[in-house]
């Protein structure tokens, strides 16, 4: 199952945070031109590397479909920023 909803939570030092959530296929739909255009570099590194696309779109697609319930957490001093994928 591809990812659903990205949950941002961003502690700032005052002490409060902020939360954002963001449903993953409104914002691929915006990022689609940007998206094809990463995917014909991807045809070309590949061709360049004399990789085998369709398996690299295989697995591309693999790790797309196991990024639900990742989470990244990252402090810098007294701030620090929350990113949950479901």
Avoid: S
Avoid at 43 to 53: H, P
């Amino acid at each position: 199952m591809i990812p659903q909803l990205l949950t941002v939570r961003v502690k700032h030092p005052d002490g409060r945070p902020i939360r954002i959530w963001l449903p993953v296929l409104p914002l691929v739909l915006l990022f689609l031109p940007l998206v094809l255009l990463a995917a014909l570099a991807a045809v070309v590194a590949c061709a360049i590397y004399r990789v085998n696309v369709l398996r690299a779109a295989v697995t591309g697609w693999r790790v797309a479909c196991a990024l639900p319930g990742t989470r990244i957490d990252v402090e810098q001093g007294r701030t620090a920023v929350l990113v949950a994928i479901r």
